[in-house]
């Protein structure tokens, strides 16, 4: 970011998670191994989106539209556990309780500002114990500086940045982020152009590889 709260853009690649969103955890991997081919840094910023809701029993003598989009929550937590399951990897329930998700958003900017080595680390663990053993509370601001420690990455003022400046950082991001057009995530910023989800991932490669090859589409 080029000033506390707001981002620059100037990175190759930029991208939104929100621990909150399966649709992140599922697109974490792919994208380290995206930047890991390419050899480039990401630049990585948290956005704040809605959280999945449960959603209600569709009645039998529902009108067309409600059970249309019953329809469509079910095959999106199909398409989550299916992708997740081939991965290997665990998600116990994608409707977690409500959760506010802004703790573990500023700790990741605290570990991106101080310690950027342990960035990766941060964000397997707060995803991982988020998602597959559900053992965190990411509005823990305990349990959050706790990873910040488990990594390694600087601990003093840590305490004092949840609590206070990273808050108006991070608020100050939201508004940044939504008025460049980001509102879901995993976002992915190339050349200025935004692609949400982790199905443009092809595409984002072609277009970090200078277009070499045909498009992926």
Known sequence: MSEAGTPSFDAKLTVCIDFKS??????????????DELDLEIDWLPLLVAQMTRPEPVAEN???GTRHRGFRAE?????????????????????HAPV??????????????HSPECLRGYMDRVFDRYWRTQELDIADATAIAGIVEEIG?????????LDGEGRRVLERLQTSLH????????GYV???EIYFGRQHLAM????????QGHPPI
């Open 75 to 95: 095959y999106a937590e199909r398409e989550i556990q299916r992708y997740a399951d081939l991965r290997g990897l665990v998600i116990k329930d994608v409707y």
């Open 153 to 161: 990455a600087a601990r003093e003022g840590c305490a004092a940045y």
């Open 100 to 113: 506010d998700s802004s703790l573990a958003a500023v700790g990741l900017l605290w570990v991106k500002e």
């Open 62 to 64: 529902a009108d067309r």
């Open 190 to 192: 190339v050349d200025e």
């Open 204 to 211: 984002i490669r072609w277009l970090l590889t200078d277009k």
């Open 179 to 186: 008025e460049a057009g980001l509102f879901n995530v995993p």
């Open 22 to 35: 399966p649709q992140a955890y599922l697109a974490k991997d792919p994208t380290y191994a995206l930047a």
